[in-house]
């Protein structure tokens, strides 16, 4: 039997277009308990079979990934999330409730319900935990997938783990090529954040991560959720595993400041600088690097991890990203910025 830590290793990586050719050749990598990059609206996943362990063992392997962080189930419609959750007990009554409000207003789409895990779903999916997470996706290509393959694939972010999270087929290949055989190029994502991730058991519902749906839409469909300020440990790491780890770093790092700061960088054109269009009105452009993202949340969102990717090819002595609101519409935002500009000791 191979070992499937060592079955990432090397890999010529090919890519395809997101078409008829290009879902066939998914779907015979992903048979063969391979795995494969491939677009959502949110970011690139790199998907493997979810209902196989040694799959899903080749997508830890291939991200560098630790094995406390759990990935998240992905299906073509509402009736193919149901039987991952066990919502038949009375006492799961009003998660079911919830799951379902939630699934009839933003699927498919970028929310991820995370709920009771049933038997089906294996361990290693799970980090260990009793819970499992299900999404489904909006984009084309990756509902034909899941629903070609008639079985639930994982996928977390297409990157090493650690790095920002790809929202082009390029972006994938700057820390995944050589490691994966195939990325599916369908162009730049939607929404270019993560889901939001949503527990529904409990006393009351939580906001596990931020992501692409604002706070304000979520609350419309369940109006106690709880909601902590973004950054590490929004709920303590053990209900949202992923939020332990350094995450989104950039190579080379970067910091975050205030906006009220970029005046006494204006000279120094060593410092690279990602900022929102209305803090760098007038900005001198003979600087190393300047990424100018969209004044709005949702633009901004779409438009951050490219920019990170960017930073890193041009290379500038160090690396300055503008603070953002601190309001409600900036939370999945934030949390990104936090992670991404938090120091290693
Ligand atoms: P990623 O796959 O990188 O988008 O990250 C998935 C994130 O969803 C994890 O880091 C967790 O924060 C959350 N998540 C996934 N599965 C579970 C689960 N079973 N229980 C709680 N949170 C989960
Ligand atoms: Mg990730």
Redesign the pocket.
């Known amino acids: 039997m191979t070992d499937p830590a060592t079955d990432h290793a090397p890999h010529q990586t090919r890519t395809m277009a997101a078409d008829d050719a290009g879902l066939r050749a998914a779907v015979e990598v992903l048979r063969r308990d391979g795995v494969v990059a491939v677009p959502t609206e949110t970011v690139y996943g790199l998907a493997g079979r979810g209902l196989s362990v040694r799959a899903v063992q080749n997508i830890y392997a291939a991200k560098g990934r630790p094995a406390d962080?759990?990935?998240?189930l992905h299906v073509h419609d509402e009736a193919a999330a149901w039987p991952l959750f066990a919502f038949r007990d009375a006492s799961e009554a009003i998660a079911c409730r919830r799951a379902e409000a939630l699934a009839r207003r933003f699927w498919p789409g970028p929310l991820?319900i995370?709920g009771t895990a049933s038997a089906v779903v294996p361990d290693v999916v799970?980090a260990g935990?009793p819970?499992?997470?299900v999404r489904v996706p909006a984009h084309p290509f990756a509902r034909r997938l899941a629903e070609a393959l008639n079985e639930p694939f994982a996928a977390?972010?297409a990157n090493l783990s650690g790095r920002p999270s790809p929202t082009s087929a390029v972006d994938v290949g700057a820390t995944l090529a050589g490691r994966i055989e195939l990325i599916i190029d369908g162009g730049p994502c939607a929404r270019g954040i993560?889901s939001s991730?949503v527990?529904v058991s409990g006393e009351r519902p939580r906001l596990?991560?931020p992501g692409a749906l604002s706070v304000l839409e979520l609350k419309r469909v369940l109006p106690d959720l709880d909601v902590r300020p973004p950054g590490l440990a929004a709920h303590g790491t053990d209900?949202?595993?992923?939020?332990r780890h350094k995450h989104y770093a950039p190579e080379g790092g970067a910091a975050l400041i205030p906006a009220s700061w970029l005046a006494s960088l204006w000279d120094d054109d060593d410092t690279g600088i990602i900022a929102r269009q209305q803090d760098v009105v007038g900005l001198r452009t003979r600087r190393a690097f300047v990424a100018v993202l969209p004044s709005d949340a949702d633009g901004y969102a779409r438009e951050l991890f490219s920019a990170l990717y960017r930073a890193e090819r041009a290379r500038p002595a160090r690396l300055v990203v503008v603070d953002v609101p601190h309001d409600e519409a900036w939370i999945g935002v934030r949390d990104r910025l936090l992670r991404a500009t938090i120091s290693e000791g």
């Open positions: 962080n759990p990935v998240i991820t995370v799970r935990l819970k499992v997470a977390p972010s993560e991730v527990d596990l991560r209900a949202s595993p992923g939020l």
